[in-house]
């Protein structure tokens, strides 16, 4: 535990995008030990959890705020913490036993923020934007795994599900340096089993989460998911060879070579694209869900949000690369347009058309004749391709625009859920089409 601070300023974005999967309202959690506290030691609290279901299981997330007054003893602050997270742990064992969650795909966080009210007004050491006029000072402690070894002894090796206690700036750091939810559950599953092993052999795995996060994004595990999915591809015919990209990425990572931090920084700065586009391309298409309002549109609203936001580091960098491959091309095929198909290397069965809309306005694959055809094209793909796995047909239509010496992006979005079916089914339906076409010429 170290002196306050207010270090950490930015919101990561990836707490923008986890706000697309919360599941419930806010449930209050009333702790009894802590509200003893606070005439003694005149303090304030604020507990709430959420629930996000993210696409690899159910985070639920308890957020603990303790305000306690400036000029506090060091040892009261230790006192009211362990009381602090004692109460949050009885109210959690008493919150599950009334539950009836499938536990293996559930994630039980806590993050426990401690802020020192001020009578200062201002304060020119201030950086935290959520505390912009000096009134409140974040106090930076953690919890290693000497942590839960030493301190807090709970069984954290049984089959149930424990509770993952993080700082507030700890656990910033991990929403910064992760980008993604499916990376964020990856680590959090990572982060548990290195507790437990810490449990059976007394010896922490980890002395911070700075150098656990390092360990984990500088695995070859990162990697996993996207080549099970990328021999996928090759099984069903859908590319002919493996993908180069992912092959360099991997060894560099596996090798530890001086290039694995090259490629990690043009993944993390991918996914910081990525995430923007989606946030614009969803704002564009919520627009046109405002006109029909409703529960249920807001509903599959969020649920295309997720769709495009559920990719791993390495799906985004793909996604990326294919669009900013497009001022590269020739100019003749940028003047007609053309489409390229990417395939999802975090979900097997998510499936992207992209059209790269032609200059040409009277062309074949100009914005005017493919835009108002979005749906259609979605339809004609998840007919035609032979994934039995396939989920989603996801159609951007992307139109690059030109004005004086700056270039952006417009780009149309349709998601296309698809009905699981056999690849017999597939084919026959494929067999059916080529008949009716045959039958109109």
Known sequence: MSNSTTAIADKPHLGNELACYVQTDKLEMLLPAIQALEATHKIQYQAQKLAYH??????QLSELVVYLPEGVLA???ESVRKTAIKSVLAWHKGYLSGQKADIAHTIEVLVFDIQFKSDIEESSNV????NQH???KRLKHDFPARYFME?????????????????????QSILTALHTPCELWRFLRYRLEQLQQSAISHVPSFESEEALINNFVNSSTLFTQAIAIDNALIKY??????????IAMALAQKNHSPTSQMYQQHMQQAAILWSQLSSQMITTVSEKFIARKGREQQTELSHWQQQILDESLFSRHELIRTLYRHPKQQQSLQQQGYVVHQHSYERLGRHYVLIFYGQDAEGQHSKKAIQPNLAKIALDVATRLPIAELHHVIVLGIDFIIEAEDSFMDIDLWIQPVDAVSQRERQLSKQIQRLQQQSQK
Do not use: C, R
């Open 151 to 171: 301190d807090l002894i709970i069984d954290i090796s049984d089959s149930g599900q424990p509770l993952q206690i993080f700082g507030w700036h700890d656990w």
């Open 127 to 130: 950086a935290d934007k959520d």
């Open 134 to 136: 000096g009134k409140y």
């Open 237 to 246: 015919g859908m590319q002919d060879a493996p993908n180069a990209a992912l």
């Open 54 to 59: 993210l696409p690899l299981g159910e985070l």
């Open 75 to 77: 040892a009261d602050i």
